[in-house]
């Protein structure tokens, strides 16, 4: 007993140094007591904090680990992959009870993927998937479908232009490069308007999800392109960087250019309320309470379904007015 206690103490300080060259960690530990019933330890290893989604999302899963009685230990990768597999290393070194993150890329995650398992450490994913072909290395994956998003984007998209024959001039600011969110959402927007030539996609580019880059990419795009009639913003946050390049290029959000975006996020539903976002579609970061249900369900040796798909809805501006006041996010 003692002896794992001391060895959880100096695996913790490693994980500590560590963490702060990569970003940051915080052990949302509770006491416990130190006897009695085992607390189950979760570690997370998060994206980063670029957008308002993922401020949601990690307040979520800090909350309702904190609600079902599960120790968390956090750490924010900064977006860089790298970081994301030292944490999950540490966390192995640790030996956890389960090990969830959010991987910011899909593809390079068998090796420490068969590292826990070869630890007997389930992994949960959560929000974004991983490219591995076996997937007996993650027992679950818990997240929105973001083919389906970019669909319903597209599908607003031909709706709105069903009437007229001329070209659409479309530019596109993709979510992080090789993520599954900006290569889902974009493949599946491109499924929905290829079925009519007249949308042309005429420039697109990653933005990074978040808004500095989205408002820098925005100006790059109203530089070099006079004729921008939508702009397709894989988050609101990149959606919301652009809008203030456009009204610094003198333009009307919404208007001159007609913005959609994903998320529905706080500010970006005040922004669709105000007329200056024309159309959002909806995904959900409150996935804190059904991972840590999953993740008890996986530490208890029960099956779970491989895949679990958080339910999400559209927006139009008359929407936004009605359920901004009760938004949770
Ligand atoms: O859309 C974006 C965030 O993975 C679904 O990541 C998530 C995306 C979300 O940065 O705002």
């Known amino acids: 007993m003692f002896k794992r206690i001391s060895a959880l103490l100096i695996t913790g300080a490693t994980v500590l140094a560590m963490a702060g060259c990569s970003g940051g960690s915080d052990d949302t530990?509770?006491?416990?007591?130190?006897?009695g019933d085992k607390k189950i330890v979760m570690g997370f290893a998060q994206v980063g904090a670029e957008s308002g989604w993922r401020t949601a999302n990690t307040k979520?899963?800090?909350?309702s680990a904190k609600e079902a009685g599960i120790t968390l230990k956090f750490s924010d990768a900064q977006q860089k992959q790298e970081n994301?597999?030292?944490?999950?290393?540490?966390?192995?070194?640790?030996?956890?009870?389960?090990?969830?993150?959010?991987?910011?890329?899909?593809?390079?995650?068998?090796?420490?993927l068969q590292e826990a398992k070869a630890a007997k450490i389930p992994v949960v994913l959560t929000d974004r998937a991983v490219d591995s072909k076996d997937t007996s290395l993650y027992r679950t994956f818990l997240g929105s479908d973001f083919v389906e998003e970019g669909?319903?984007?597209?599908q607003w998209l031909v709706d709105q232009y069903k009437d007229s024959k001329d070209p659409v001039n479309i530019v596109q600011l993709e979510g992080t490069t090789g993520s599954a969110?900006?290569?889902?959402?974009k493949s599946g927007f491109e499924q929905v308007i290829s079925a009519d030539p007249k949308f042309k996609v005429i420039a697109s580019q990653s933005g990074n999800f978040t808004r500095a880059e989205g408002k820098q990419v925005m100006e790059a795009f109203l530089k070099s392109n006079p004729k921008i009639d939508v702009l397709w913003a894989h988050n609101d946050d990149m959606?919301?960087?652009?809008?203030?390049?456009i009204e610094g290029a003198g333009k009307v959000p919404g208007k001159d250019i007609k913005i959609i975006t994903a998320d529905a996020?706080?500010?970006g539903m005040q922004a669709l309320a105000d007329g200056k976002i024309n159309f959002i579609v909806e995904c959900n970061p409150l996935m804190g309470p059904q991972l840590m249900d999953l993740a008890k369900?996986?530490?208890?040796?029960?099956t779970v379904p491989q895949r679990v798909v958080t339910d999400e809805t559209t927006f139009t501006q008359e929407q936004a007015k009605e359920v901004l006041p009760s938004r949770k996010y």
């Open 265 to 267: 996020t706080h500010d």
């Open 60 to 63: 979520s899963i800090q909350e």
């Open 29 to 35: 530990a509770n006491s416990g007591g130190g006897s």
């Open 151 to 154: 669909k319903k984007a597209g």
């Open 297 to 302: 369900k996986v530490v208890a040796g029960e």
């Open 181 to 185: 969110p900006a290569n889902d959402r």
């Open 239 to 245: 959606g919301l960087g652009a809008i203030e390049a």
């Open 84 to 112: 994301q597999i030292k944490a999950i290393r540490s966390y192995i070194q640790q030996k956890v009870d389960v090990i969830a993150f959010s991987p910011v890329v899909e593809s390079g995650w068998d090796t420490v």
